[in-house]
Structure formats: C-alpha cells, structure tokens
C-alpha cells in the first residue's frame, strides 16, 4: 500500500525539529537533547512505515512524487525508492537516533548547534537515497558536506581543522567530475531525469567518459584506494557520532551511487573497467587489512578496516552479477551496522579514559564486563563468523566474483584471514591481558549507551541468522539492473 507523500514526510520531518531547537534557549540543553531524539525517532518509525509497505515483489520505483522544480531547467523534485535503496532509508534514520543517544553526555559545547547539524546530516543522507533527479542528487550529495564539515571542524580531536580540510577538499574535488557528467547529461538530453536516462545510449568513448567522471566521486566517497587517505585522519579526529555517521552512511554513498548511477546508466563501460575495479578493489582489502596490523591507535584501526571491507563492497558490485551485487548492498547495511557500532563502542570507552591508544588498555574482560560482550560480538562479526551479519555478506561477494574471476576471489580471500588477524589481536590486547590498575573502577554502560547499542548487535544476529527478508527487498530491483546491464 502507497501512502501519499511519505518519502517527503521521512524526507523533511527533521526540519520540524531544526526549527524547534533554533527556538529553544541554548541553556536549556536537556529540552534540546529531547525534541532532537524525539524527532529522530519519529523520523525512523516513519521509514518503518515505508519498508513495511514496500512491495518487494515490484522492481519499479513505490511512493513516486514528482513536480516540477526548476521550470527552466527541466528539473523536477522526484522522489522514490526501489530495492536498492529501501534498506538505506531506515538505516540513515537509526544511524542518526543512535548518534544522539551515545552523544547524551559527551557533547558538552555547543550543543545546540551539534543536534541542529545532526538533524540536518539525516536530511541530506535521506535525500541522496531517495532522489531521482540528477541535479536533485548532487544538491543532497554535495550539502552532506555542510554539516560534516562542522561536526568534525567544530567537536572534533586536536587535529580537526587539517582533518576537515582535507576531507572536505578530496571529496569536493571528487564530486566536480561528477558535476561535469551531470552537466554535458543534461546538454546531451536535455533532462535529469533518471528514469528517463535509463532508455538513453551514449558512444563508447563518452560513456567511458561519463563513467569515470561519476566513478571519481564514488571512489573517494566510498573511499577505494588509492583516493582513501581522508577517512583514517577524518575518523581518528571526528568526534564518535561523527565516526557512526562516517562509517554507517557517508561512506556507503559511493557504492549506492556506483550501484544506482554507473551500472544502469553506463553499462558497458561499467564491463569495460569492470576489472580495474576488481584490481583495486583487492589491493584496497589486502593493503588496509595489513595497515591494521600497525596501527596503535583504536580509532585508525577501526577506521583502515572500513577501508578493507569497503573493498569487498566494491568488489561485489563489478562482479556484475546478482548474486555478487545483493551480496554488496548487503554489505553495506551490514558494515553500517557493525562498524558504526564499533565506533560506538570506541566512544565509550574514549569517554571514560580520553585515550585512544591500544597499548593504554588491558583486561577490561574484567573490569568492563557487559562492554566485553559487546565488544566481542562486533568483533566476530567484523570477521564474518557465521551466524552474524557480516558472514552472509562477505560470503555473497566472494560466491558472485568467484563466477566472473576466480584468481580475484582467491586474493581477497587473504583479506578474511587478515581480517580475523588484526581484529582478534585486537581485542585480545584490549580485554585478556592483565588488568591495568587505572581501569579497574570504570563506571560502567549508562543508559543512553545501552540503547545505542542493544539494536546494532540485535542486527547483527537477525541479519546473520535469517538473511532472506532482508535479501527480498532487493532481488526484483536487482534483477531489472542486470537487465539494463545487459
């Protein structure tokens, strides 16, 4: 069942708590605190609404809303969502709930401004899923940029202006070539409209054009290597909602809009550097699983590994086959989850002792318990043990590209077994060694940190154990894109 304007109502429903909040007093910070989780958490019970009412059975764009928006242009405000988009909705939503919840007591500057840019972050993560105007897409991509500019810029570690900097200047520089695409699209056509230019051919040598002007700014997004440097530092100085938002959402953009925009639309060069891609995809997991090895601090570790598993992500799109690309949109939900949640975790330990560093800590098994727990389970599930989210995952890819190139499968392969190596070493130095006096009487999960992290290991057991719900959303949708692919 379509219900009218939906998309919109998830879409701008934050906006009626900017408004609030501008008008509340910045002293009164618990009322600000509070009409920011309300609102968050209406917005997600709203995308609720829209994946329970999503026909998945139906590879057509639901909750269509389309009307003219910029007459001169052509250009239309054209919302909806399909099988490739309709997990990414919810997940925005959670991510941004979640990030208020952990950010409870550890956002004590500014905090007003904080909730406004965290409300404003989830407008613009929604709006990039849901837009289906080109032009429409890189004002929602672009204005991404805004608010995490502030969050790192504003609360983040004493290197938070060179961090900013340079995430902002890498992926700004990405998003010109798109920009440019977009533009020569529109002179070619004379529209943005997306379901428009999915009927459009191009010559080979400017689609292969084409495709790399939008591959720039999704390979820095997602970040392939060798354009990755920006996400270790932009991690390790962010403050934790903005590592979440950065590993749960931000970085998922490049392959959402690899998966939306180059396969559909430049199909055969999307066969045609379909193998570089899987080159670079491999040496993005091997290279950043072994950085994990070296590094010391919790933050750049956790960080280098969202490189290493965003390799498979790609790796999984250009197998160019079903299997291989749901594996990979599921892989996003899933490494949204999981290493969202880790940076979650990070935070509240962070909080608790301000270091970052491995070697300061040691057997919090014990004097941390239920954290522990926690802890260990994200950690199994970062290495796809089987039963957790990550497994199913990790396994769709590697079974996809085994169809189109073995030997690439053989080596990524390698990046499991990193993987398990750098993850397990870790957690072994962090809670088995002995125990460090100074750790002894941490003050343990407060309440807010317990809702922030309960739904995030609850996903990860109700998406490792029973995949196909999950798996159902996206295989019409999916199967129409290897029908334009072909």
Request: hydrophobic share 55%; glycine share 8%; aromatic share 16%.
């Amino acid at each position: 069942m379509e219900i009218p304007k939906l998309l919109s109502l998830i879409l701008w429903f934050p906006l009626l708590g900017i408004l609030l909040i501008f008008f509340i007093p910045r002293e009164r910070e618990n009322a600000i605190k509070r009409v920011a989780l309300l609102t968050a958490l209406i917005d997600f019970v709203l995308s609720l609404v829209l994946l329970f009412n999503f026909d998945y059975g139906n590879p057509s764009f639901q909750f269509v809303e389309k009307k003219l928006w910029l007459d001169f242009l052509g250009s239309y405000y054209f919302l909806g969502v399909d099988g490739i988009s309709i997990l990414f909705v919810p997940l925005s939503t959670l991510v941004t709930l979640l990030c208020i919840l952990i950010s409870w007591d550890a956002i004590k500057e500014k905090v007003k401004e904080f909730y406004l840019a965290l409300l404003f972050t989830n407008i613009a993560m929604v709006g990039v899923f849901l837009s289906l105007d080109l032009l429409l897409f890189y004002i929602f991509w672009e204005a991404l940029l805004i608010p995490m500019y502030l969050i790192i810029g504003i609360w983040g570690g004493p290197r938070r202006i060179y961090s900013t900097i340079k995430f902002f200047l890498y992926t700004f520089f990405g998003s010109i070539f798109m920009l440019l695409a977009i533009i020569y699209i529109f002179w070619q056509f004379g529209t943005f409209d997306y379901t428009v230019l999915l009927g459009k051919g191009f010559p080979p040598y400017v689609e292969k054009l084409l495709f790399l002007g939008f591959l720039i700014a999704f390979a820095v997004k997602v970040p392939m290597w060798p354009v990755h440097t920006w996400l270790p530092d932009a991690h390790t100085e962010a403050p934790t909602a903005g590592s979440v938002i950065l590993a749960g959402i931000l970085i998922k953009l490049g392959g959402y809009g690899m998966v939306r925009f180059l396969l559909p639309l430049f199909p055969q060069a999307s066969i045609y550097f379909s193998k570089l891609i899987l080159v670079l995809s491999v040496i993005a997991i091997i290279y950043a699983g072994l950085a994990c090895l070296w590094q010391s601090d919790l933050k750049r570790l956790i960080a280098y590994s969202s490189v290493s598993h965003m390799g498979f992500v790609t790796l999984g799109i250009f197998s160019l086959n079903p299997i291989g690309i749901k594996g990979a949109i599921l892989q996003m939900i899933n490494h949204g989850i999981v290493t969202g949640a880790l940076f979650m975790c990070v935070g509240v330990i962070y909080e608790r002792t301000h270091s970052r560093e491995i070697s300061y800590y040691g057997g919090l098994a014990t004097s941390f318990p239920i954290y522990a727990v926690f802890f260990m389970i994200l950690t199994l599930a970062s290495i796809g043990l089987p039963g957790t989210n990550g497994f199913i995952g990790e396994f769709l890819i590697l079974l996809g590209t085994f169809l189109k190139d073995k030997f690439m499968v053989v080596l990524a392969s390698t990046g499991v077994i990193i993987g398990a190596a750098y993850m397990l070493w870790l957690y072994q130095r962090v809670f088995f060694q002995k125990p460090k006096p100074y750790l002894m009487e941490l003050p343990s999960l407060s309440w807010n940190e317990h809702l922030a992290l309960i739904p995030m290991i609850i996903l990860v057991f109700l998406i490792g154990i029973y995949p196909n719900p999950f798996l159902d959303f996206m295989r019409a949708s999916v199967a129409q894109l290897m029908v334009n692919l072909h």
